[in-house]
């Protein structure tokens, strides 16, 4: 019998009192489900949804309005103890930021604006979460909105040429009786708390920080000076709370820049502070460099980045708790952070687009059906800030396009959750009436998603696979030591739908035969993609980017790879960590073109730190047995190279899916993934789930 599609087991649901007798008997995870009071408030556990897209998106972005507050309600059903909506600037003067097209009266009740906010708490609390409203105040790195110019502690101008005044005594009032204002709103709203955003080279950082604040008054030089200001905003907000609210503020460990705030700084901030603020919330680096200062982290990063700098301000204050943020996607992790006393609290971000459900999976013994986040960027595309950075528009996307991918509603969608996206909402698809018998084709990730839905929406599937293995083309996740979570994503959808149901037939092509058998009532076809093989000269002595994990014993010291994509470079960074010498040969002007933002920018970060050697504008003529022939500027020349490899992109396999749909006739048939196009894991993921939401 199935319950519900949001669950990744198929069991019957117990009743209440049977379920928290089965918690409390399979969870292990004893330190992070522990309980905390501050300020009359309980934490249910140790572990926050820490705020993702701005509030105000629901103010002025109403086609996503739906989005965002589901985002923060599944959190909040999800398990989490406290759940914080994403920031909101203080006012729209100067303070703003992006998306903020007019000012909000913080002072009126009644008005729609409060009524939307509102709803935040509304649905967050009606979950048994505490809810929290995050402000910021970017200060000097504002947007500007004229007649308004950014304040900042220095007066200077910027590297976009605005020029940022600084903060004299009657402008820090100013300020701090905006976040009265805004405190009182908060508690207007039926918040339990306010998360104070300082960090990411906001405000109260750029105080703090010797790298932005040069002043010699009362409000420079000394760490207790530089403390003055925050400790005024403090002391505003507390006012506007009142003593029975929570109060979290969060802070950047380090800018992460040459000349910039060190921990060692933040932690003597963090002792002037303490108990000012209920909770002190460790991030890390600036906004604006969220790669490169780690704002961010990215799968080549470790999990867990700030957890020592948390540690550091823990064992330095005495009354505020301190909760740490950065990569945490594993249940055994957030609860050995508690357990060693590194912080009170553990905090997740992206992590709650790959899987809301975290809490409720993690103390209910089902941790291994976390759909862990795999750190791509999906959810936050981000802006490039490597040097070699191209502008989408010179890769020939369309500047509406572009707008389109950096718009709203191109963020929170997530790779490996496909229950996620711009007005994707499952329950507003019709459910089905009853069980239908669905033929899915090929088992690589899309092949296995659209098992797995469709055997959760009570269909009976069977699913065919040609070769001996499970996972298709990312099974290259296997030998990639920079690919643990997406192998970690491959091996939950084999165990998914291994545990489903489905009837899985290996080593298996469709036939007619296989068709008559079965009798679906729908079919699905995810037959993946292939290798392009272009007709180059001397080819055929090259291998195949993806062959080459295979065969690293057969790969000399220096490597000479043709194409620069996506694949070419992850495949070139996995030589090189393997102590390659390796050169990429890309003829379009910048490597992975076809990927931008924040995930581009980490994948050029790592190709300098491992050395690659990039040639860019560089045609491949012929491969050789002595290296690659190449066309630079007009004159040919010879790459040496041990070994050649070529990455020249994948093409669907449309011949199998031709043929298939032959047999299929007028079945309905549903072509998905690489097999339609292509595409990234989070297209497959995507469509294969959409497709089997369809059968009904």
Not at 118 to 126: L, S, T
Not at 458 to 469: A, I, Q, Y
Request: hydrophobic residues 40%.
């Amino acid at each position: 019998m199935l319950i519900s599609s949001r669950y990744t087991e198929f069991r019957i649901i117990k009743n209440k009192e049977e379920l928290k007798k089965e918690r409390k008997k399979m969870s292990k995870y004893t330190y992070l489900e522990q309980p905390m009071t501050i300020r009359g408030k309980v934490y249910k556990n140790r572990l926050i949804a820490a705020p993702t897209l701005f509030a105000h998106s629901v103010l002025f972005l109403p086609e996503i309005a739906e989005n965002v507050y589901r985002m923060v309600e599944n959190r909040a059903k999800g398990g989490f103890a406290a759940v914080s909506t994403g920031e909101l600037p203080l006012n729209n003067e100067e303070g703003t930021t992006l998306f903020m097209e007019r000012g909000v009266d913080w002072e009126d009740y009644e008005s729609d604006d409060f009524k939307k906010i509102k709803e935040y708490a509304d649905r967050i609390k009606k979950h048994g979460a505490l809810a929290y409203l995050e402000f910021s105040h970017e200060g000097s790195a504002a947007e500007t909105k004229a007649p308004y110019v950014p304040w900042g502690p220095d007066e200077y101008v910027r590297q976009d040429g605005v020029k940022v005044h600084a903060l004299s005594y009657e402008m820090m009032n100013k300020i701090c009786d905006d976040y009265r204002k805004v405190a009182r709103f908060t508690r207007e709203c039926g918040f339990d708390g306010m998360l104070l955003h300082g960090g990411h080279g906001f405000n109260i950082q750029q105080f703090i920080s010797p790298w932005t604040n040069h002043r010699t008054d009362e409000f420079g030089g000394s760490m207790e000076n530089r403390a003055r200001f925050p400790k005024m905003i403090f002391q505003a907000v507390r006012e506007g709370l009142g003593e029975d609210m929570i109060l979290e503020f969060r802070m950047s460990a380090e800018d992460g820049v040459e000349g910039g705030m060190k921990c060692e700084d933040m932690v003597e901030f963090c002792k002037l502070i303490d108990g000012m603020v209920d909770i002190i919330h460790v991030s890390n680096g600036l906004k604006w460099a969220g790669n490169q200062t780690q704002t961010f982290s990215d799968f080549f990063d470790i999990h867990g980045v700030n957890v020592e700098y948390a540690a550091k301000v823990k064992a330095a204050v005495t009354k505020s708790k301190v909760a740490v943020i950065g990569g945490i996607n594993d249940p055994s992790m957030a609860d050995q952070i508690i357990k060693d006393g590194k912080a009170d609290f553990v905090e997740l971000g992206r992590q709650g687009f790959a899987d809301p459900e975290f809490p409720n999976k993690a103390f209910s013994g089902r941790e291994d059906y976390i759909r862990k986040c795999v750190r791509c960027f999906s959810c936050y595309p981000g802006f490039c800030e490597h040097a070699t950075d191209v502008p989408l528009t010179e890769k020939g996307i369309p500047m509406e396009e572009v707008a389109k991918i950096y718009s709203p509603a191109s963020m929170g969608r997530c790779a490996i959750n496909p229950n996620t996206g711009f007005k994707w909402y499952e329950d507003r698809h019709p459910y089905p009436e009853k069980g239908r018998k669905v033929l899915v084709i090929g088992g690589g990730v899309g092949g296995l998603q659209a098992a797995v839905t469709a055997a959760q929406r009570g269909h009976s599937v069977v699913l065919l696979e040609k070769s001996d293995v499970l996972g298709g083309t990312i099974n290259f996740t296997d030998l990639d030591e920079d690919k643990v979570d997406l192998r970690n994503f491959k091996n939950l959808l084999i165990r998914e739908a291994k545990e489903s149901g489905t009837d899985i037939r290996m080593s298996t092509v469709c036939t007619k035969d296989i068709i008559s058998e079965v009798k679906p009532d729908a079919v699905i076809i995810a037959a993946g993609a292939h290798p392009v093989k272009p007709p180059i000269k001397g080819i055929d002595k090259a291998m195949n980017a993806l062959e080459a994990y295979h065969n690293m014993d057969k790969i000399g010291k220096n490597v000479v790879l043709a194409g620069g994509g996506l694949v070419g470079c992850e495949v070139g960074l996995h030589l090189a960590n393997h102590g390659h010498k390796v050169t990429i040969i890309e003829v379009q002007k910048m490597m992975a073109f076809e990927t931008f933002g924040y995930y581009r920018n980490a994948l050029l970060d790592e190709m300098d730190k491992r050395e690659l050697k990039q040639m860019l504008n560089t045609k491949v003529l012929e491969f050789t047995d002595e290296g690659i022939i190449v066309e630079k500027e007009g004159k040919q020349i010879l790459v040496p190279a041990d070994t050649c490899i070529y990455s020249m992109g994948m093409n669907p396999n449309l011949d199998v899916v031709e043929e298939i749909k032959a047999m299929t006739k007028d079945i309905p048939t549903y072509v998905i993934g690489d097999s339609s196009k292509a595409g990234k894991v989070g297209d497959a993921v995507h469509a294969s789930y959409e497709a089997a939401i369809a059968v009904i």
